[in-house]
């Protein structure tokens, strides 16, 4: 069985403050997704990596996908209160047949 | 565009009672997914469907059935409800952007509980 895991479980931060959060796997996967979650909706998209090595911005967001292909981070800089939510990691195999999702980090940040 | 849509957002059922989540998706998507989120435990994936016609069975199968009635179309029924799967069940699709990146859109999710 292929597991994600993710840290920290839980974080609050104060506005303003950077922040990095890990997704790490025994397994190697095709590529690697993280989503965020806001309470009452279903998880929405941030990005796709792909390649081992790979760094990818979203505005204040960066994302490294590692060598090995086995674990990310994410990187917020500056945060505000409207990246508060859970941010999910998932490993994406046999050809977009099968995600599998770590449990999460659960991120507050405050005014 | 509705992107994935699911009925109904709640449910309480009583054990041993029987239903049938719904879900639909108007992007004509290939692939479609079920999963249940517990907390703590991220999303787990219950079945998927890679095209019209074909359903697979995914980490947590047991006590549901899955009919992909047409493209657009993928229901989830559990036919003996049991306090476990008390859960937050969530329908997705997905397409291919390329041959490894693929992008899944998620509906708004049914909160189950089970008594």
């Known amino acids: ?111 | 565009n509705a992107g994935v849509t699911q009925t109904p957002k709640f449910q309480v059922l009583k054990t041993g009672q029987s239903m049938t989540l719904q879900c639909a998706q108007d992007m004509n998507h290939n692939s479609m997914y079920w999963y249940r989120q517990d907390p703590g435990m991220g999303l787990r994936l219950i079945y998927y469907s890679a095209s019209e016609g074909t359903t697979d069975k995914g980490e947590v199968p047991n006590g549901y059935n899955v009919s992909r009635l047409n493209k657009r179309e993928f229901s989830l029924r559990l036919e003996s409800a049991a306090p476990s799967q008390t859960s937050v069940y969530f329908c997705a699709s997905s397409e291919a952007l390329s041959l490894l990146s693929y992008e899944q859109y998620f509906g708004p999710g049914t909160r189950l509980t089970v008594t």
């Open chain 1, 1 to 111: 069985t292929q597991l994600l895991e993710q840290s920290p479980q839980f974080l609050s931060i104060q506005e303003g403050e950077n922040l990095t959060v890990y997704c790490n796997s025994s397994s190697v996967f095709s590529s690697l997704q993280w989503y965020r979650q806001e309470p009452g909706e279903g998880p929405v998209l941030l990005v796709t990596v792909v390649t081992g090595g790979e760094v990818k911005k979203l505005k204040r967001l960066t994302f490294q996908f590692g060598d090995a292909r086995k674990d990310s981070s994410l990187h917020i800089t500056a945060a505000q209160p409207g990246d508060t939510g859970l941010y999910l990691c998932a490993g994406v195999d046999n050809y977009g047949q099968n995600f599998v999702f770590g449990p999460g980090t659960r991120l507050s940040v405050l005014p």
